[in-house]
């Protein structure tokens, strides 16, 4: 691994502002990535680089969306690397779940993903190359147990990893790559709020590096795949 290996390499990170997120941003930075990270508080968490500009807005906006990607092309230029890490969760029973919260939970963790990638992808169709990395969860990969009050997470991030596998697919012969990882407990915010005090088994900057992983070209060979990211 080169520390120069995105060197001059544009990249976009939703949900750059905390967590994954960030640490995420921040090992691209350090690469040589030209950054921009966008949440709905981007502007206050801001990486203090020259080379990462943040963006605030909400992913399931496409308003939104269009002003993110307007301000990077007009900054560093055509999106390369896509990563998908805007989320939320709001445990509840699922008789408890009205509506719109379901419909919440879709938009931020489905829709934003759908949102971004549509925007990125004709760029990289005309450059005939990128890499896309969507943030999914173990809670939604079909077989380990889940935790009760999860029944919306965990249905909105599988609708994460068959979107990552089917895009895979159609979008191959662009030399486009797109790829999830499915981390299990990570010490951020939204697990501190969600695990009632269980420690996490995982720092955001070890999942950090799997993504970066997946988004450099070492990971050439791998398309269309949801790693599975826990602790030894």
């Not at 088994?201 to 795949?225: K, W, Y």
């Amino acid at each position: 691994m080169s520390p120069h290996e995105f060197d001059g390499r544009v990249a976009i990170v939703t949900g750059g502002s905390s967590g994954i997120g960030k640490a995420t941003a921040e090992l691209l930075a350090s690469r040589g990535a030209l950054v921009t990270i966008f949440a709905r508080s981007a502007s206050a968490a801001s990486l203090p680089l020259e080379n990462v500009l943040a963006v605030d807005g909400d992913v399931s906006d496409p308003e939104a969306i269009e002003r993110l990607f307007a301000e990077t092309e007009s900054r560093f230029g055509d999106c390369e690397i896509l990563i998908n890490c805007a989320g939320m969760i709001d445990p509840k029973p699922l008789a408890e779940v009205t509506p719109d919260d379901w419909d919440r939970m879709f938009a931020v963790n489905v829709r934003g993903t759908y949102l971004t990638t549509r925007r990125a992808l004709p760029a990289m169709i005309a450059k005939r190359g990128g890499a896309i990395v969507n943030v999914a969860s173990i809670s939604g990969v079909i077989g380990p147990e889940k935790f009760p009050g999860y029944v919306s997470y965990c249905a909105s991030k599988a609708a994460v990893i068959a979107m990552t596998e089917a895009l895979a697919v159609e979008v191959k012969q662009y030399g486009i790559r797109v790829n999830s990882v499915s981390p299990g407990s990570v010490d951020t915010r939204m697990w501190a709020a969600a695990s009632g005090g269980e420690p996490a088994a995982m720092t955001p900057g070890e999942v950090a590096e799997v993504i970066c992983f997946l988004a450099s070209d070492r990971a050439r060979a791998v398309n269309g795949q949801d790693v599975h990211v826990y602790s030894a």
